[in-house]
C-alpha cells in the first residue's frame, strides 16, 4: 500500500521556524520529483515548492529565501524547512511525489494526507 506520510506541523509565532518532513512507502521502484503544496481556507492549492531525483529546485516566489526543500534518496523522504515564516504562510501543506511503483509501471502523482501549519502574528 502506497503512502506519504508528513510530520512536522503545527503553531508557531510569525518569525519562527518549523521542519516539514514526507516519508514515502510502499512498492516503491522509483521517484521523480517531490514536492510540497499548500492550500489556505477558501483557496486554491498552490505549489510551494519542488525538488528532482537530480537535486534541482524551485521555489514559489512568495517562499524564496526563506523556505528550502531538500531531499533523502535512500530514505524516500522530503523535507521543507521553513524559516521567517509569515501569518499568511498559515496552510495545510500537503506532500506530492511522482512516482512508479513496481505494480503500477509509470509515474503518477501521490499525495499525502495534509499537515497543518498555523502561524500566529
Known amino acids: 500500500q502506497v503512502q506519504l506520510v508528513e510530520s512536522g506541523g503545527g503553531l508557531v509565532q510569525a518569525g519562527g521556524s518549523l521542519r516539514l518532513s514526507c516519508a514515502a512507502s510502499?512498492?516503491?521502484?522509483?521517484?521523480?520529483?517531490m514536492s510540497w503544496y499548500r492550500q489556505a481556507p477558501g483557496q486554491q492549492r498552490e505549489l510551494v515548492a519542488t525538488i528532482t531525483s537530480g537535486g534541482s529546485t524551485n521555489y514559489a516566489d512568495s517562499v524564496k529565501g526563506r523556505f528550502t526543500i531538500s531531499r533523502d534518496n535512500a530514505k524516500n523522504t522530503v523535507y521543507l524547512q521553513m524559516n521567517s515564516l509569515k501569518p499568511e504562510d498559515t496552510a495545510v501543506y500537503f506532500c506530492?511525489?511522482?512516482?512508479?511503483?513496481?505494480?503500477?509501471?509509470?509515474?503518477?502523482?501521490?499525495w499525502g494526507q495534509g499537515t497543518q501549519v498555523t502561524v500566529s502574528s
Open positions: 510502499g512498492g516503491i521502484s522509483g521517484i521523480n520529483s
Open positions: 506530492n511525489a511522482f512516482m512508479s511503483l513496481w505494480r503500477a509501471p509509470g509515474f503518477s502523482d501521490y
